[in-house]
């Protein structure tokens, strides 16, 4: 007699079978697996693993109720609750030990924590991770580096398209606040192209932000620059990948640390690419002026101003109150004389700003008139003579439009120049007269400066 007919036979009721083919039931006489477990009311079956009276786990399919009132210390699946699986443990770790580099979810009493990026997509030629590095750098000082695993420009492997997020908080709120911005470019043949930025971020990264392929053929994402005293609390997520190129494995491994120094080729600048904007700068507010003798003097200017995007364009509103005579100091002359609209980039050299818009008239650029208005002899002068317009201003204007060559984070200045002629001497805002014996009001004047930043 076999083993097999030995269980079959044992006891007056058969709990413990084994067919021909070797399958093992308990509780069950028609087997159609291995081992086939059966039990005929609503707490069974469940597989118990017992290594001491206070240490078990177990596979569970026990019934709405579980085995027991608890699930605590054991593994249960339990089919009356669909879906659900429970372990009980005060620890759980997907993968080996903590530590070792391999975990991949770890869970314990403070809650669950992702050890890799979180990889979903809905179509096999794009991508979407999440979790990718962290960092803290409240009060550090040098470059902010995210050193992905994203094949470089000039690498096998690359012509990804792709973005990813940056999100976090710029301590202070007058020049940061939360951040919520998210770059991207494509990267292949030997290029970074279209890389751009959206959203908002700390003035601190603005004309800052760069791609290039680091020392391990990779691309590196840089925030700021190597003098820059970061102030942040960050987070690397939301990572599309797509096009040709499209590997899992560049989503592993991502850090991002603050350096005092970086090695990037083919370093490449990414651009804002925002809704357009408008912002408006005044000129320096003045009420008179007194220029005596011929020559070219600043009438007003701006403060100097961070531009809003590349693409801005700039409209300049003109407004000068010029003095129409004068019999002070035997003077009585009026003088010839001109104005012109300068631009400084960067603190650079002062040129002149582009003649465009309603006052395309041609000639010298951003010309503004500032002769009184009776100019007319030969030698540009005329004596005083008794009329109205004794100890007048007359409003002289002009507007037109700007566009410089700038990049994202230049700063930018306006000045009003004016260049007199002939005549000793010319006043703005306040009749010449004024001083001795009249008592006129000094009109304000000088310019007022609009920034149009399209969608860009």
Known sequence: MTRAKELRELGNTTHLHVDDNGN???????????????????????????????????????????????????????????????VGSSQVILGHSVGDGSEVLETNSTGARLHKPTQMWTDSGTKYYTNLCTLSAYSTTGAIEVATNIAGHDQPGNANMFSFRIIGYWYSNSAGGVIDMTVGCYCGENNYYNT???????????????????????????????????????????????????????SNGWTASVVSSYSLTNQSTVWARNPGGIQIIPGINRNKLYRSGTGTFTVSNTSVFTTIGPNSQFKLDIHVNVGVSDDEASGNINPYAYGVIERSINGG?????????ISDQGGTSSHVEMSPPRVGTASNGDSYMWQQDRYRTKNHSSTFIDYPSLNMGDTLQYRLRCTLTNGNHIQFGEPVGYGSDDNYMAQPYGFIVQEYTPWS
């Open 24 to 86: 093992l039931g308990l509780g069950a006489t028609d087997l159609s697996y291995r081992l086939h477990l059966t039990k005929e009311d609503a707490i069974g079956p469940s597989i118990q693993f017992q290594q001491a009276s206070n240490e078990r786990t177990w596979v569970n399919l026990a019934g709405s109720t579980g085995h027991g009132t608890g699930r605590a210390d054991r593994f249960e699946i339990n089919a009356t609750e669909t879906g659900k699986v429970w």
């Open 196 to 250: 751009s930025v959206t959203g908002t971020y700390p003035n601190a990264w603005k004309g800052k932000i760069w791609f290039g392929t680091n020392t391990n053929g990779k691309v590196s994402l840089i925030l700021g620059d190597t003098t820059t005293i970061q102030a942040c609390e960050i987070a690397v997520t939301d990572f599309v990948q797509g096009f040709y190129g499209v590997n899992t494995s560049y």
């Open 349 to 357: 050299a002062w040129t002149t700003a582009d003649n465009t818009g």
